[in-house]
């Protein structure tokens, strides 16, 4: 049996030494500004406006929070957020679902050629289709409506690919058997792929939920009322100045920050 000496033993602290030491300091720095939101938004303003900042709140004011509900109606931009994140989640997963089926499945002409047009979007930026996708809205009318947020962003080419794949990972001996027992596509769908592929299914909710809730650019050039306002742009341009006063209530703002984050 080796045996390990006193110097490697040594190395191998110090070694561990420097991992936890250097995963320390990342995580001071990444949870710092989580740290700083927090105590930010029970402070006072006049304790807030401190040349020498305070790390610990001297006295914690909680109706900070019920005043940020109030300045930056947050009620009705969690409502419209929710509503909308909830819609365009389910009918992108019934789009994302059908064409990935469809895909990895069912024979038909062009498949492949249809396929590799879909992927071949993937490498045109987003961005470039704002202008066109402003336009069509504008004519169709749908500005400042639930529709223009929802229905412009339910197919995700790259949400295809991913379940796609999974699907053909799906030994297709199973499919072969349920066509000779007498079941449909859509049962087979329902039984048995989506069951086997539930990991990829909840990926790519959240992803999808996550990316309607933190969106930003498209709310704020087509949904400029406050009905129809998401978290993201609401809560940009709410206006949290002082009542009667130039400053801006930066604790009441960071409550509102709190809130959305959490």
């Known amino acids: 049996m080796q045996k390990i000496s006193a110097t490697d033993k040594a190395g191998k602290i110090v070694g561990k030494v420097f991992v936890y030491l250097?995963?320390?300091?990342?995580?001071?720095?990444?949870?710092?500004?989580?740290?700083?939101?927090?105590?930010?938004?029970?402070?006072?303003?006049?304790?807030?406006?401190?040349?020498?900042?305070t790390f610990i709140p001297e006295t914690v004011v909680w109706r900070n929070y019920i005043d940020a509900f109030d300045t930056a109606n947050l009620w009705t931009l969690f409502k419209n957020t929710v509503f909308v994140g909830i819609v365009s989640t389910l009918l992108s997963l019934v789009i994302t679902i059908l064409s990935a089926f469809a895909f990895a499945r069912l024979e038909f002409k062009g498949k492949n050629i249809l396929f590799g047009g879909l992927l071949a979007t993937m490498m045109i930026p987003g961005e470039l289709f704002t202008i066109t996708n402003y336009v069509t809205v504008n004519q169709l009318g749908w500005m400042n409506t639930y529709r223009v947020l929802i229905i412009p962003f339910l197919v995700s080419v790259f949400y295809i690919y991913l379940l796609r794949q999974n699907f053909m990972q799906?030994?297709?001996e199973l499919y072969l058997a349920a066509k000779v027992d007498g079941t449909g596509d859509f049962k087979y769908l329902i039984k048995v792929m989506l069951p086997l592929s539930l990991p990829t299914l909840i990926s790519i909710t959240i992803m999808k939920m996550m990316g309607a809730w933190n969106t930003y650019m498209w709310p704020n050039l087509v949904a400029s009322d406050e009905a129809h306002q998401l978290i993201t742009n609401g809560l940009r341009g709410a206006d949290f100045t002082e009542v009667g006063g130039d400053r801006v209530n930066y604790p009441v703002q960071m409550a509102a920050v709190a809130l959305v984050s959490i």
């Open 22 to 53: 250097f995963l320390l300091i990342m995580s001071f720095i990444v949870l710092f500004p989580f740290y700083w939101m927090v105590i930010s938004s029970v402070k006072t303003v006049e304790e807030y406006y401190r040349n020498i900042p």
């Open 170 to 172: 799906i030994p297709n």
